[in-house]
């Protein structure tokens, strides 16, 4: 069974800095996702990561594929307040989804 | 534009009524999920449907139904509704050979 695991849960940064999150997976996974919500909203898809060594990047944002480790990273470059929310990495096989917990950043100014 | 719509933003229900959520997508989409969202645990899944009238069942199935009767819609039923029910469902929709899952606005559910 895919399990999903994000961490930090909880990530506050200072405007210009750059932060990385984590999310390790379980067992070989089909394909990789990151999502953001915002507060009270639903969740928006930012990458999808198919293979090994994918790479992806919009805006500060990036997100990478190691599957011979298993980890998906989200990079953030240079922080700004509009990218606090929380972001979800979740796993696929066969159209069954696992989602890890979510990690909700805070930018502070 | 992908639309997914719920029946409803908000709504609150006491202890072992019936509900009723709804979930509509308007792009002939084959495949559609229910999960319920709670702080800390991420998403779950609860059930996913494939095709009209046919249903899976996720990670946490229990005190749930799902119906679909159409393609387009997808209804999670809480048979008799219980106050751990209280959170937050998500309704989501996607095509076969497709990677991108769109979700709907999500319902807070409140069991009282």
């Known amino acids: 069974e895919l399990k999903v695991e994000q961490n930090p849960l909880f990530l506050s940064m200072q405007e210009g800095k750059n932060y990385t999150i984590y999310c390790n997976y379980s067992?070989?996974?089909?394909?990789l996702y990151w999502y953001r919500q915002d507060p009270g909203k639903s969740l928006e898809s930012l990458f999808v990561l198919l293979s090994n060594g994918a790479v992806k990047q919009e805006g500060r944002l990036m997100a990478s594929l190691d599957t011979k480790a298993r980890l998906s990273t989200l990079h953030i470059t240079a922080a700004v307040h509009d990218l606090s929310a929380t972001y979800f990495c979740?796993?696929?096989?066969?159209?069954?989804?696992?989602f890890g917990a979510g990690t909700r950043l805070t930018v502070k100014p | 534009d992908v639309k997914v719509t719920q029946s409803s933003r908000y709504l609150v229900k006491r202890t072992g009524e019936k509900v009723f959520l709804e979930c509509v997508q308007d792009?002939?989409?084959?495949?559609m999920f229910w999960y319920r969202q709670d702080p800390g645990l991420g998403l779950r899944l609860i059930y996913f449907?494939?095709?009209?009238?046919?249903?899976e069942k996720g990670d946490i199935p229990e005190g749930y139904s799902v119906s679909r009767e159409k393609k387009e819609r997808f209804s999670l039923i809480l048979e008799s509704a219980s106050t751990n029910q209280t959170s937050m469902y998500l309704c989501a929709s996607t095509n076969s050979g497709s990677y991108e899952q769109y979700f709907g606005p999500g319902t807070r559910l409140t069991v009282t």
């Open positions: 792009m002939d989409h084959e495949n």
């Open positions: 449907s494939y095709d009209v009238k046919m249903k």
């Open positions: 979740a796993g696929e096989n066969n159209n069954d989804m696992r």
């Open positions: 067992t070989t996974s089909d394909r």
